[in-house]
């Protein structure tokens, strides 16, 4: 029998380091798309990433238990 020692601690301590990880790692993309787009600034298809991107964090926020993004007006692109 393989059993492990990872506690429900220790396994919510990894995954806050990968979740605080990846909102680096997506704030640094977003700034890459930002630059992009001053560049293209005519460029609807920037406008839409970010459309559908607020949609989706707005989804994580919720799961996290703050549903006022999903449920403010506008949220739609």
């Known amino acids: 029998m393989n059993e492990t020692t ?7 301590n990894l995954r806050a380091g990968l979740a605080e ?3 680096k790692r997506i704030a640094a993309q ?8 001053a560049a293209r600034p005519q460029h609807w298809g920037y406008a839409g990433d970010l ?9 994580v926020l919720a799961s ?3 549903r006022s993004a999903v449920d403010e007006p506008g949220l739609k692109h």
Do not use: F
């Not at 990872?6 to 919510?12: G, N, R, V």
């Not at 977003?30 to 787009?37: F, G, I, S, V, W």
């Not at 459309?51 to 989804?59: C, I, M, P, V």
């Open 21 to 23: 990880d990846l909102l």
């Open 51 to 59: 459309g559908r991107l607020n949609e989706e964090l707005a989804q």
């Open 30 to 37: 977003l700034a890459e798309h930002k630059a992009r787009q």
């Open 6 to 12: 990872e506690t429900a601690e220790t396994a919510y």
């Open 64 to 66: 996290l238990g703050d």
